[in-house]
């Protein structure tokens, strides 16, 4: 299984950034598949999910900022993260969802005041 999330980095607050994340080993056209963050503590926290359908879900804290879709023609999925706040700050995984146990590598998002 490989998970592989990129895209992160630095913004100001209100800025934007688009997360990918490269999946194999899992199969990525019929499973939901979801984003996670891990911010101060060591448990990750739901962000968003989308169906293999295209359905989507999110947080309440990123609801109408955050878009996530999924491209099942190249197992890849993304996150388009708008007016980003410093509370988003944070390492991003993707994962199934529900999630396995294996994680993958994750992303630094770091939004500054």
């Known amino acids: 299984v490989q998970l592989q999330a990129s895209g992160g980095g630095t913004v100001q607050a209100g800025g934007s950034l688009r997360l990918s994340c490269a999946t194999s080993g899992i199969d990525f056209s019929l499973d939901s598949v979801g984003w996670y963050r891990r911010t101060s503590g060591q448990q990750r926290d739901w962000v968003a999910s989308?169906?293999?359908?295209?359905?989507?879900s999110y947080d309440s804290s990123v609801k109408g900022r955050f878009t996530a879709s999924r491209d099942n023609t190249k197992n890849t999925l993304f996150l388009q993260m708008n007016n980003l706040r410093p509370e988003d700050t944070g390492v991003y995984y993707c994962?199934?969802?529900?999630?396995?146990?294996?994680w993958g590598r994750g992303t630094q998002v770091t939004v500054s005041s």
């Open positions: 994962n199934g969802f529900p999630h396995r146990d294996y």
């Open positions: 989308i169906t293999s359908a295209g359905t989507t």
